[in-house]
């Protein structure tokens, strides 16, 4: 076992001789110890030993990348993307699934104990995603034309800007990576005006073939909204042209095009009558189709424990988590901060001829103190808050008096604050599972139950 010893330090950039990475953080960085001080290593993994140079020193910590990977962790096995250790995407391409899935539930309970101050009363169990490669309906990636027109697409290396070329994504949708493979053999028009903006980025998304609206198609085909640098940019004109007539693609469009843009299927319950769900272009809506299914209908079935005559879904989106929660005798209203996505939430209402539901446009936190300030009561509150987690002030939460609060988190550490609130505000923590929405990275969702304490 190589011996963790540190260099004589350069003034600019201190370098560490063989250091044993222990532990992987959440963020995705391995972590070594040397001499008591901690390092948080991009792109290592426990079981690795490496030559590292500091990023950015704070002291008790620091922050460093690899110069050599002296002996690399037996964990590490091929990765099935060529790409995967330059991209910037996936830092996890290679080891094995489970051992992905025991990382991030640690990261869930790592932070409920040591963010939230949360016992260890309620076990953290993990749901792996039914596919780890080919997962993502969507992906954004840059494109640089050449000076015959053709395009080269790619994503950037991680903390730079160089563009590392791509004709395919492992953990994108089959139609996608098609799409992206016909795409490179395509000669745009005007290539002069082309380079001028590069490189530019592009979304691409898969929607399931859009019945009724293109006769008898049973394919996937994709929608492109292209990002150009600034909104009156008339550059990238000819190359939206150019992907209209592309088969496969749907609609493409530039995002001044958005408003325009034509409301998309992407979803169906099973069954005849299954709920429809649907998106428009540029909008929000969950990556992986497959698993956001799973984590729906365990909301749904959390919920309906609780047999609540009015649920209240903060941050709703386009409504994907509380449409199929609405009945005749079951009340639901839903809050979200984009205008464009409530809009959509309520075409999902009109065209599932829901009856018993209403979506608004603001605030979440400023809707909640509206319905505490009228008295409204709500059974059970859905909350999916972004990134940076919920608002801090719960006085109206407990004022509407809900029994139950489901929250739906994509990162543990705002998760664990919360729920520590939460918990500290008389709420008891009764039901914890992370879900593994993005293999092969060091994402993870999380979703808990809270009760309130009687
Ligand atoms: C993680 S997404 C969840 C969306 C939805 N629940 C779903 O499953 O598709 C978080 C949503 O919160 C919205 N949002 C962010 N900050 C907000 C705020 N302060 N008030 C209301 N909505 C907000 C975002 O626009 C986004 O749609």
């Known amino acids: 076992m190589p011996k963790n010893h540190l260099k004589i330090p350069s003034a600019n950039q201190p370098q560490i001789s063989d250091v044993v990475v222990t532990a992987v953080a959440f963020g995705g960085k391995g972590v070594g110890r040397v001499d008591g001080k901690v390092f948080f290593i991009a792109d290592a993994i426990p079981g690795d030993t490496v030559d590292i140079e500091i990023t950015a020193d704070s002291g008790r910590y620091a922050d460093a990348k690899i110069l050599r990977l002296t002996n690399p962790s037996p964990l590490r096995g091929t990765s099935p993307c060529q790409f995967s250790d330059r991209c910037g995407g996936c830092q996890w391409q290679g080891i094995p699934y489970e051992q992905q899935l025991a990382w991030k539930r640690q990261f869930v ?92 980025r592009m979304e691409i998304q898969e929607i399931s073939a859009q019945l009724g609206l293109l006769g008898t198609g049973q394919d996937p ?29 749907f609609w493409v469009g530039l995002i001044r095009d958005l408003k325009a843009a034509p409301l998309i299927l992407f ?6 009558n299954g709920l429809r769900y649907h998106t428009r272009p540029g909008q929000f809506q969950q990556v992986n189709v497959a698993h956001n299914r799973i984590v729906r209908s365990l909301v749904h079935e959390l919920v309906e424990g609780y047999k609540p005559a009015r649920v209240l879904d903060l941050f709703c989106g386009s409504g994907n988590l509380s449409l199929g929660l609405a009945r005749s005798d079951r009340y639901v209203e839903g809050s979200e901060f984009s205008e464009a996505a409530i809009a959509t939430a309520r075409e999902n209402v009109r065209i599932n001829k829901i009856t018993n539901a209403l979506y608004l446009a603001g605030s979440s936190e400023k809707h ?87």
């Not at 008339?234 to 007539?245: I, M, P, S």
Request: proline share 7%; with cysteine; glycine share 10%.
């Open 267 to 272: 979803e169906q319950d099973p069954g005849p």
């Open 109 to 200: 309970e790592t932070a409920l104990g040591r963010i939230g101050r949360v016992e260890a009363a309620v076990p953290v169990a993990i749901s792996g995603s039914p596919g780890t490669l080919g997962y993502r309906n969507r992906i954004f990636v840059r494109g640089v034309f050449a000076a015959d027109g053709g395009v080269t697409f790619g994503y950037f290396r991680r903390g730079s800007r160089d563009l590392v070329p791509i004709d395919r994504c492992a953990i994108a949708g089959g139609t996608i990576n098609q799409i992206l493979n016909h795409l490179g053999s395509v000669r745009f028009s005007r290539p002069e005006a082309l380079r001028a903006v590069t490189p530019y």
């Open 221 to 249: 085909q994709v929608i492109i909204t292209v990002y150009p640098p600034s909104p009156d940019c008339r550059d990238l004109d000819a190359f939206v042209d150019g992907l209209r007539a592309t088969p496969g693609v």
């Open 368 to 454: 909640l103190w509206k319905c505490a300030k009228k008295g409204e009561q709500f059974d059970v509150v859905i909350a999916d808050p972004p990134r940076e987690g919920m608002f801090k002030d719960l006085i109206p939460l407990q004022k509407i008096g809900a029994k139950a609060i489901i929250y739906v988190s994509c990162d543990p550490a705002t998760m664990a604050r919360d729920l520590g609130a939460l918990i500290r505000g008389g709420y008891q923590l009764k039901f914890v599972r992370a879900f593994d929405f993005f293999p092969n990275t060091w994402h993870v969702e999380t979703v808990s139950v809270l009760e309130k304490v009687v």
